[in-house]
């Protein structure tokens, strides 16, 4: 959780180069679309509160994989 609370800091400072933010982003969208599982629900369900548009979509079918993963 101590990376994603630091990557959020990052990504919150308005300091940080765009493309900086970009690579953030795509990063955790990448790791959360073909490596969910790596992540623990508190942080996928924190991730799918972030105001920017692309980690909570990802966070979110995340969330949906592992719901349909343990009804079915």
């Known amino acids: 959780m101590a990376t994603l609370e630091?990557?959020?800091a990052v990504l919150d400072d308005k300091r940080t180069p765009?493309?900086?933010?970009?690579?953030?982003i795509d990063s955790?969208?990448?790791?959360l679309r073909n490596h969910g599982q790596i992540?623990?629900?508190?942080?996928?369900?924190?991730l799918a509160a972030w105001d920017d548009a692309r980690?909570?979509?990802?966070?979110?079918?995340?969330?949906q994989k592992r719901i349909?993963?343990?009804?079915?």
């Open 18 to 24: 765009e493309i900086i933010r970009n690579h953030i």
């Open 55 to 63: 980690i909570p979509l990802a966070a979110s079918r995340e969330l």
């Open 39 to 46: 992540f623990t629900s508190k942080e996928v369900e924190w």
């Open 6 to 8: 630091a990557f959020r």
């Open 68 to 72: 349909a993963e343990t009804s079915g």
């Open 28 to 31: 955790l969208q990448y790791a």
